[in-house]
């Protein structure tokens, strides 16, 4: 058997260039979404940079979520998807049906200052009622504010009733003198 010492320090070199491609190439690949955030200025890029350090050591598991959150944000548009410019506040074209409502709201807080709207239904049968305003026509003044009338007290126990209380099943306690 012949052995050329030149071709075992050929295939060493080989070897040892291979190892070192691959291992600069996978560094090469994980930093692919900290260069895309950096070309977009993206806000988050220092931390796309060191997610993607924490990637290599997680076998690039991280890698696909990386370059989705590299890619979700654009300078000229920021995280949207879409390229409409952004609504304003303010309608720039002053419509029928919004110069109606603006209209409508006007009577209504005109209604309200003077003190001519009609009070909203209570919501709950617990809650207090307003009292009738007294019909005096000698009262030309601005009218008061309503008086609250409170709830009788049997309506704001909570709990069964006292009939069921006085039947309903009862502990005694038994102290130690009691045996």
Request: no cysteine.
């Amino acid at each position: 058997m012949i052995t050329d010492p030149f071709l075992d320090y050929f295939a060493l070199g080989i070897l040892f260039f291979v190892v070192v491609v691959l291992f600069y190439g996978i560094i090469a690949i994980h930093d692919i979404p900290h260069v895309i955030a950096k070309s977009r200025n993206h806000p988050h890029q220092d931390a796309i940079h060191a997610a993607g350090w924490v990637s290599l050591f997680t076998l690039h598991a991280l890698w696909p979520f990386l370059w989705i959150w590299a890619m979700a944000y654009r300078p000229d548009r920021g995280w949207g998807v879409s390229h409409k410019e952004p609504a304003s506040a303010e309608p720039t074209t002053e419509s029928p049906e919004l110069e109606s409502l603006r209209a409508r709201l006007a009577a209504l807080e005109a209604r309200l200052a003077t003190g001519h709207a009609e009070p909203a239904p209570p919501t709950a049968p617990t809650e207090a009622k307003l009292a009738p305003e007294p019909t005096d026509p000698k009262m030309t003044t601005k009218p008061t504010e309503p008086k609250l009338v409170p709830e009788p007290a049997e309506a704001k126990l909570p709990g069964p009733s006292k009939a069921k209380a006085v039947t309903g099943p009862t502990k005694a306690k038994i102290t130690a003198g009691d045996r």
